[in-house]
């Protein structure tokens, strides 16, 4: 019976420091935000360049690996792959080039190991005039 006792108390004891040590590693994940979410950069002329900054936040505890920033023309971003530390910010730049005198739609993706939104996409806009 005290075999049984002990037995019963250790695998307690072991539940209880997996529970824990669970319940610490999900506060640890990376989380992403940005801002701003979207951004419309208005009338621009054709050919000319407009550009803006994200802001990349990391509000978790373990380091956010962006391992892509996608976007299409005429957007550009001036990043790929880098890592933003816990409970810091990035920013990186975000360019418009219309070509035509149309409204341009797109967005920037951004790829990463958050566990909040691994692929977060912000709507971008803006005018060729």
């Known amino acids: 019976m005290k ?11 072991a539940l209880g420091v997996t529970g824990s040590l669970l319940h610490a590693q999900a506060l640890q994940l990376p989380t992403i935000s940005v801002a ?5 950069f208005g009338n621009v002329p054709v050919f000319a360049l407009a550009t803006t900054d994200l802001v990349i ?18 957007f550009t971003a001036n990043a790929n792959a880098f890592t933003v530390q816990p409970h810091s910010t990035r920013r990186i730049t975000i360019a418009f080039a219309p070509t035509a005198q149309v409204q ?26």
């Open 57 to 74: 936040s990391n509000t978790g505890d373990l380091a956010l690996n962006v391992t892509a920033v996608k976007t299409k023309a005429p």
């Open 36 to 40: 701003p979410a979207s951004y419309n």
């Open 104 to 129: 341009y739609n797109g967005s920037c993706t951004i790829v990463s190991n958050a566990y909040n939104a691994p692929s977060l996409v912000v709507p971008l806009s803006g005018t060729g005039q």
């Open 3 to 13: 075999k049984l006792a002990f037995a019963l108390v250790l695998t307690i004891a």
